[in-house]
């Protein structure tokens, strides 16, 4: 199951594209690809390279918070790489593994359970930012209440999905109170309190959270403005505060585990997210499809990185002919001063 798992994720997000094009017809994808030019691929370049040194500045904070050494140079490059093959590979999060293995190989060698801290702080990491961006998306919410009523009105279905939702989550908590009360379970808790104070080291500290809140305020910045960027792109002047909600809503929906490099969910979701707000389903979607291109166009300075650098090799001494080794090292083997060096 383990092994079928990231192809699933895939079937998942084909079956929710495949949805989108009987729904809304294949003639928003072409026309949204034939949208992107040049003017639009140097932006997303360096909306993309921003973005990356805010995320790889978080990581570093991170690390350092429990006690892992990581330069600049390193965090970006291995930042680069992680989103390429994010991009790419059918797990979503392959990216992530490889850097946090990368990095664990050497904290390992430098200070004992070094790999398993660095397999943490990555996912600390990825965690604050998503901490921020349902921070900020709820925050907006809040702001706009009727943006749930509008989004209920574009699904017939969400009476059914809400309660279908209320039953998982029902049963999830069931399972959750089973699971911590055998033994297994409360090795877990165990785990999850030591996960909990490093944490707090490592997020929560005085002089750690406004660096990893920033950073992550920064990352997601600049995610929202390649998103208005597609927007404008596929054909929409509306202020950024009313594309706000929706953008929020499809990047909020990449972060679910279906498809590959956030396709199928984040469609779907600015689909729904600009009909709620009155610009039309077919927009939505020519702004989600550009966005991905510009996406993996923002992710090929990665590429760079998965080429492996040959590292020079150290330089031998040359061997000396037979018999012409020098007095002191020949000296020096036998435990004796050379002659004429003695007091």
């Given at each position: 199951?383990?092994?079928?798992?990231?192809?699933?994720?895939?079937?998942?997000?084909?079956a929710?594209?495949?949805?989108?094009?009987?729904?809304l017809g294949a003639?928003?994808?072409?026309?949204?690809?034939?949208?992107?030019?040049?003017?639009?691929?140097?932006?997303a370049?360096?909306?993309?390279?921003?973005t990356?040194?805010?995320?790889?500045?978080?990581?570093?904070?991170?690390a350092?918070g429990?006690?892992l050494?990581?330069?600049?140079?390193?965090?970006?490059?291995?930042?680069?790489?992680a989103?390429?093959?994010?991009?790419?590979?059918?797990a979503?999060?392959?990216?992530?593994?490889?850097?946090?293995?990368?990095?664990?190989?050497?904290?390992?060698?430098?200070?004992?359970?070094?790999?398993?801290?660095?397999?943490?702080?990555?996912?600390?990491?990825?965690?604050?930012g998503q901490?921020v961006?349902?921070?900020?998306?709820?925050?907006?919410?809040?702001?706009?209440?009727?943006l749930?009523?509008?989004?209920?009105r574009?699904?017939?279905?969400a009476?059914?999905?809400?309660?279908?939702?209320?039953?998982?989550?029902?049963?999830?908590?069931a399972c959750?109170?089973?699971?911590?009360?055998?033994?297994r379970?409360?090795?877990?808790?165990?785990?999850?309190?030591?996960?909990?104070?490093?944490?707090?080291?490592?997020?929560?500290?005085?002089?750690?959270?406004?660096?990893?809140?920033?950073l992550?305020?920064?990352?997601l910045?600049?995610?929202?403005?390649?998103?208005?960027?597609?927007?404008?792109?596929?054909?929409?002047?509306?202020?950024?505060?009313?594309?706000l909600?929706?953008?929020l809503?499809?990047?909020?929906?990449?972060?679910?585990?279906?498809?590959?490099?956030?396709?199928?969910?984040?469609?779907?979701?600015?689909?729904?997210g600009f009909?709620?707000?009155g610009?039309?389903?077919?927009?939505?979607?020519?702004?989600?499809?550009?966005?991905?291109?510009?996406a993996?166009?923002?992710?090929?300075p990665?590429?760079i990185?998965l080429?492996?650098?040959?590292r020079?090799?150290?330089?031998r001494?040359?061997?000396?002919?037979?018999?012409?080794?020098?007095?002191?090292?020949?000296?020096?083997?036998?435990?004796?001063?050379?002659?004429?060096a003695?007091a």
């Open positions: 199951m383990r092994a079928f798992w990231p192809w699933l994720r895939v079937l998942l997000g084909a929710v594209l495949a949805l989108l094009v009987r729904t003639e928003p994808f072409v026309r949204a690809v034939g949208m992107i030019g040049a003017p639009a691929l140097a932006a370049l360096g909306i993309g390279a921003v990356t040194l805010a995320a790889a500045g978080r990581w570093m904070v991170v350092r429990m006690g050494r990581l330069d600049a140079v390193r965090a970006v490059a291995d930042y680069y790489r989103l390429v093959l994010n991009a790419v590979l059918p979503g999060v392959l990216g992530d593994v490889h850097r946090a293995y990368e990095h664990g190989r050497t904290s390992a060698a430098e200070r004992a359970g070094g790999a398993g801290r660095a397999v943490r702080a990555v996912v600390l990491e990825r965690a604050a901490a961006l349902i921070s900020v998306a709820a925050a907006v919410l809040v702001l706009r209440p009727d749930l009523a509008a989004a209920a574009t699904l017939p279905s009476p059914s999905a809400v309660a279908s939702a209320g039953l998982v989550l029902a049963a999830g908590g959750a109170v089973w699971l911590l009360r055998s033994e379970g409360r090795r877990l808790l165990r785990r999850a309190r030591a996960w909990a104070a490093e944490a707090r080291a490592a997020l929560l500290h005085r002089g750690q959270w406004p660096a990893v809140a920033g992550s305020a920064a990352a910045a600049g995610h929202l403005s390649l998103f208005v960027v597609a927007a404008r792109i596929a054909g929409t002047d509306a202020p950024v505060a009313e594309l909600p929706p953008l809503l499809a990047l909020l929906a990449m972060s679910l585990p279906i498809g590959v490099g956030g396709w199928g969910p984040r469609e779907s979701a600015a689909a729904l009909a709620a707000v610009l039309g389903a077919e927009l939505g979607l020519r702004a989600a499809v550009v966005y991905g291109v510009l993996l166009v923002a992710s090929v990665g590429v990185a080429v492996p650098l040959k020079p090799r150290p330089r001494a040359a061997a000396a002919p037979p018999g012409s080794e020098p007095a002191a090292g020949e000296a020096a083997r036998r435990g004796r001063a050379p002659t004429g003695r």
